[in-house]
């Protein structure tokens, strides 16, 4: 069971990127699908999560409006569509999923994660 995350890269401030997340083993389509990032020195911390219906996104605060999650079930992947990014908005971006559970924001909550690509934004 693996979750392969990709799409990282370096990128000027005001640019965008889209990151992909696709699962692999077992199918995720019933899974709630996270996005974590961590920078340098920092705790890992939510950026965005959806449920298996894909309806009701839910954001953290410093990328509302700017990041938008969505997924494809058939494909067993979900996305991150990352606008307008800043310097602050440079780590390691995970994805996760987990099947039963409340607490989306808690990486405690979460089973599976992928690897992480690293995105770096410069100003």
């Known amino acids: 069971v693996q979750l392969q995350a990709s799409g990282g890269g370096l990128v000027q401030a005001g640019g965008s990127l889209r990151l992909s997340c696709t699962g692999s083993g077992r199918t995720f389509s019933s899974h709630f699908m996270g996005w974590f990032r961590q920078a340098l020195g920092k705790e890992r911390e939510f950026v965005a999560g959806?449920?298996?219906?894909?309806?009701?996104?839910y954001y953290a605060d410093s990328v509302k409006g700017r990041f938008t999650i969505s997924r494809d079930n058939p494909k067993n992947t979900v996305y991150l569509r990352m606008n307008s990014l800043k310097p602050e908005d440079t780590g390691v971006y995970y994805c996760?999923?987990?099947?039963?559970?409340?607490?989306?924001?808690?990486?405690?909550?979460?089973?599976?994660w992928g690897q992480g690509t690293q995105v770096t934004v410069s100003s």
């Open positions: 959806l449920r298996w219906t894909g309806s009701n996104p």
């Open positions: 996760a999923a987990y099947e039963r559970g409340s607490y989306y924001s808690a990486k405690e909550s979460y089973d599976y």
